[in-house]
């Protein structure tokens, strides 16, 4: 099946599969490239910045870092599930360009990605790594290293958390609506690019379930514990840094 411009087979999956493409933004709004460039000189059109304080205060996380790692996860998450999604349902997936995909900072699934233009691209592991890790999660690992010294191991392992949760909510779907064809392609892809040299080490997949290696940092923040898919059992009591990777 081809994609067609408003990757409407996404829409049953839920807002986090959702990608806007009909129509203009409700107002002008950054790319992502721009959020993975240097920061601004002034903090309100940092959009990177700004998405890390809006989820600190909604968290009221006492570290950036723990708010840097969230709000990545939750981006690794959109991009994952569009692109997974429409690999399952289409057999391809739309180019992801960074100058191409605006993104609202302060929004929330679905409304807060838009691309430009869908250029349909072929749907196996290496175009998805292309388009995905390499495009999209290295710039946005760097520009969070650089800027709230998130370690490198606990942020690949959000992606590969974020990456398997998508899989396992599409294969429930599909499960549900009688595409085993479509769960059985989510599988294989998901299999193949947790083995890819960014993904491989972060966690465990068995059938659906993951198990990563590191810590995302939740349980530091007040009221937060530890995530279905943690490296821990119950939140620690150690020192933070000596568990964030």
């Not at 989820?55 to 996380?61: D, H, P, R």
């Not at 606990?154 to 085993?180: E, H, K, P, V």
């Not at 530890?226 to 020192?239: A, E, N, T």
Request: charge should be positive; proline fraction near 9%; glycine fraction near 10%.
């Amino acid at each position: 099946m081809d994609l067609d411009p408003d990757l409407a087979a996404l829409g049953p999956l839920g807002g986090f599969f959702v990608l806007r493409t009909a129509g203009a933004a409700p107002r002008p709004l950054p790319t992502l490239a721009q959020a993975y460039a240097e920061p601004a000189r002034e903090p309100r059109a940092d959009p990177l910045d700004f998405r890390v304080r809006k989820v600190a205060n909604a968290l009221g996380a006492p570290e950036l870092r723990i708010a840097a790692s969230v709000a990545q996860q939750g981006l690794a998450a959109r991009l994952w599930s569009v692109t997974l999604g429409c690999a399952a349902l289409y057999g391809s997936v739309p180019g992801l360009d960074p100058r191409l995909l605006h993104w609202d900072p302060d929004g929330s699934a679905p409304d807060d990605l838009w691309l430009a233009r869908v250029r349909p691209l072929p749907a196996d592991p290496a175009t998805i790594a292309d388009v995905v890790l390499h495009g999209h999660l290295q710039p946005l690992t760097d520009a969070l290293r650089a800027r709230y010294r998130v370690a490198a191991g606990l942020l690949w392992g959000n992606a590969g958390s974020a990456l398997a949760g998508a899989a396992r909510q599409l294969d429930q779907w599909a499960r549900a609506g009688g595409r085993t064809d479509a769960a059985a392609r989510a599988r294989a892809l998901t299999t193949e690019l947790l083995r890819h040299p960014l993904l491989v080490g972060t966690g465990t997949l068995t059938g659906t379930a993951f198990r990563r290696r590191s810590c995302c940092l939740y349980y530091r923040v007040p009221g937060g514990g530890v995530c279905g898919d943690c490296c821990f059992p119950r939140p620690p009591r150690s020192s933070p840094r000596a568990t964030s990777g």
